[in-house]
């Protein structure tokens, strides 16, 4: 069973940035896909971006191409999420998840408990 614990989630002004971290257990954390997700109030979960196992190729929702940078490492069991230009409308719970033995996130093994972030104008 694998455990994930988002942090860094916090209140900014748009334009500003932020990094997410997402710590997972176990000893086979590269082969886990990761990824992000968020959710904003009304709106189903949506796909933020993924990462393979060995880093070498990521995926990103159109909407924060350019933006967001996700980056992992393997030796902390941690992936990272990084927010630069944040806009209003990334406002959204943001979940970090795990896809075992596979190169893209698809549909989530685990998920974690999420962490808020909040963009205002």
């Known amino acids: 069973q694998v455990q994930l614990v988002e942090s860094g989630g916090g209140l900014v002004q748009a334009g500003d940035s932020l990094r997410l971290s997402c710590a997972a257990s176990g000893r086979t954390f590269m082969r886990f896909a990761m990824g992000w997700f968020r959710q904003a109030p009304g709106k189903e979960r949506e796909f933020v971006s993924s990462?393979?196992?060995?880093?070498?190729?990521?995926y990103y929702d159109d909407s924060v191409k350019g933006r967001f940078t996700i980056s992992r490492d393997n030796a902390k069991s941690t992936v990272y999420l990084q927010m630069n230009s944040l806009k209003p409308e990334d406002t959204a719970v943001y979940y970090c998840a795990a896809k075992y033995d596979s190169s893209r996130i698809g549909s989530p093994d685990y998920w974690g408990q999420g962490t808020q972030v909040t963009v205002s104008s």
């Open positions: 990462i393979s196992g060995r880093g070498a190729i990521t």
